[in-house]
């Protein structure tokens, strides 16, 4: 079956750019997109096909998909931000997610 | 905005049918759009249940797939999911969710608020 591997956890300053990876193979040939999910909340889209940002999303969150790494880059990063992120894709009539990748901002 | 209310009981005896539904407000489900049921075991990531169409075209998790339905009633605007023969391992919120595309293959972009599922005698 279809893998996608994150990191457990991705740490950055405020102000700075974060970075989490999202790897599977030839993910780059599918669409990823990414949520975003607080303590006790639903997660919430934040970037669909591959680098779209749903309407109220800021600017400040994009995406990019090559190879076999789709990445979500958190530009400005804010305490706000600091949540779990997940990736997800189609496979073979299968949607799989991404394990999370918990983002502390400190 | 599209609204989606869960409904359904919390807690399931092990050997039992979880059923769970999704109203959904704002939208006219039959117009079309993928619909589809997701859940979050205490203290770990999301794992797809399955979605379904409008039309009811339906794609499943194959690691639940013997004990999964998902039906749609377009009359009542709602979706709905029965997994059987539950157990322990079936504890989690689950969600209900809007595929934001015309085909199965897209992002969820509207949940449901989520509703805990105990497994327990």
């Known amino acids: 079956s279809y893998e996608l591997t994150q990191p457990r956890s991705v740490s950055v300053s405020p102000g700075q750019t974060a970075s989490i990876t999202c790897s599977g193979d030839?993910?780059?040939?599918?669409?990823a997109c990414w949520y975003q999910q607080k303590p006790g909340q639903s997660p919430v889209l934040v970037i669909y096909?591959?680098?779209k940002r749903p309407s109220g999303i800021p600017e400040r969150f994009s995406g990019s998909n090559s190879g076999n790494t789709a990445t979500l880059t958190i530009s400005g990063t804010q305490a706000i931000d600091e949540a779990d992120y997940y990736c997800?894709?189609?496979?073979?009539?299968?949607?799989?997610f991404g394990g999370g990748t918990r983002l502390t901002v400190l | 905005q599209v609204q989606l209310q869960q409904s359904g009981p919390g807690l399931v005896k092990p050997s039992e049918t979880l059923s769970l539904t999704c109203s959904v407000s704002?939208?006219?489900?039959?117009?079309?759009?993928?619909w589809g049921w997701i859940r979050q075991p205490p203290s770990k990531g999301l794992e797809w249940i399955g979605s379904?169409?409008?039309?009811?075209?339906?794609y499943n998790n194959p690691s639940l797939k013997s004990r999964v339905t998902i039906s749609i009633e377009t009359s009542k605007n709602l979706f709905s999911l029965k997994l059987t023969s539950v157990t322990a391992a079936d504890t989690a919120v689950y969600y209900c969710?809007?595929?934001?595309?015309?085909?199965?293959?897209?992002?969820?972009?509207?949940w449901g608020q989520g509703t805990v599922i105990t497994v327990s005698s």
């Open positions: 997800q894709a189609w496979d073979s009539g299968t949607e799989v």
């Open positions: 030839q993910l780059g040939n599918k669409y």
């Open positions: 096909q591959d680098n």
């Open positions: 704002n939208y006219s489900i039959s117009r079309g759009y993928y």
């Open positions: 379904i169409s409008h039309t009811g075209t339906t």
């Open positions: 969710a809007r595929g934001r595309g015309w085909t199965a293959d897209d992002a969820f972009d509207f």
